[in-house]
C-alpha cells in the first residue's frame, strides 16, 4: 500500500510556462510535506516544504499547496526554465525520527 | 563544507559476496538514514539512526545492516548480496528539525 503517490510519471511545458505537479497521500498522521529536486547521478536536493497547519508556502518561483481535506498538495514552478527539467519527489514525514515516505517521483521536461 | 560523503560511487559484486557501503556526514546531525532507489520508484527506507548507537529497521531492511558508532558514520552492510540489490543507494541526514534530507550522491550497486 503505497502511502504517497505521485500518479504521473512525467510532464513537459513550455519555458516560461507554469509547470504543475501533483502529489496524494493516504496517511493522515503525516505532519511535514516535501518537494526534492534530483537531476541524473546526483543525490535529490530539498526545494520546498510545508507543514501540516499550513495551506501554502511559497519561495520565489516555486509555492506548494496543500488540501488536507483530499489528501493532496501540488508544487507550482512559475515561471517554468529549461534548467527546471529533473525529476521531482514527493515525500511526507511524521515526527518519528523525521522519517521521509517518498513517491515515485514525476520527470519535468521544460523545453526552450 | 562536503555535506554527506558515500563511497564508492560504484560497484559491482558477485552473488554472494558482501561489501559496505560508507557514509559520512560533517554537520553534526543526529538523524541520518539509508534509502535505496529502483528504476522508476521512489525512494525505500532501509535503516535509519536518531543517534550514535541506536539505529532501526526502516521499510525494507532484509538482507542489510548498519551500525552508528559514531555521530559522523553510518556504514551500510550487505551480506550475502543478491540480484534484488542491485538499485542505487542514497545515504542521508537531517537535523530533525522540518525533517529536511541532506542526501549524498549515490552509489550505483550492480549485482551479478
Known amino acids: 500500500d503505497q502511502q504517497v503517490k505521485q500518479n504521473s510519471p512525467s510532464l513537459s511545458v513550455q519555458e516560461g510556462r507554469i509547470s504543475i505537479l501533483n502529489c496524494d497521500y493516504t496517511?493522515?498522521?503525516?505532519?511535514?510535506f516535501l518537494w526534492y529536486k534530483k537531476y541524473p547521478a546526483e543525490g535529490p536536493t530539498f526545494l520546498i516544504s510545508i507543514s501540516s497547519i499550513k495551506d501554502k508556502n511559497e519561495d520565489g518561483r516555486f509555492t506548494v499547496f496543500l488540501n488536507k481535506s483530499a489528501k493532496h498538495l501540488s508544487l507550482h514552478i512559475v515561471p517554468s526554465q529549461p534548467g527546471d527539467s529533473a525529476v521531482y519527489f514527493c515525500?511526507?514525514?511524521?515526527?518519528?525520527?523525521?522519517?521521509?515516505?517518498f513517491g515515485d517521483g514525476t520527470t519535468l521536461t521544460v523545453k526552450p | 563544507n562536503a555535506g554527506v560523503t558515500q563511497t564508492p560511487k560504484f560497484r559491482i559484486l558477485k552473488i554472494g559476496q558482501s561489501m559496505t557501503l560508507q557514509c559520512t556526514q560533517d554537520m553534526n546531525h543526529n538523524y541520518m538514514y539509508w534509502y535505496r532507489q529502483d528504476p522508476g520508484m521512489g525512494l525505500k527506507l532501509i535503516y535509519y539512526?536518531?543517534?550514535?548507537?541506536?539505529?532501526d529497521k526502516g521499510e525494507v531492511p532484509n538482507g542489510y545492516n548498519v551500525s552508528r558508532s559514531t555521530t559522523e558514520d553510518f556504514p551500510l552492510r550487505l551480506e550475502l548480496a543478491a540480484p534484488s540489490q542491485t538499485s542505487v543507494y542514497f545515504c542521508?541526514?537531517?537535523?530533525?528539525?522540518?525533517?529536511?534530507?541532506?542526501f549524498g550522491a549515490g552509489s550505483r550497486l550492480t549485482v551479478l
Open positions: 515525500a511526507a514525514s511524521g515526527t518519528n525520527a523525521g522519517k521521509s515516505t
Open positions: 496517511n493522515s498522521m503525516f505532519d511535514y
Open positions: 539512526s536518531v543517534g550514535a548507537g541506536i539505529t
Open positions: 542521508a541526514s537531517s537535523s530533525g528539525g522540518a525533517n529536511v534530507l541532506t
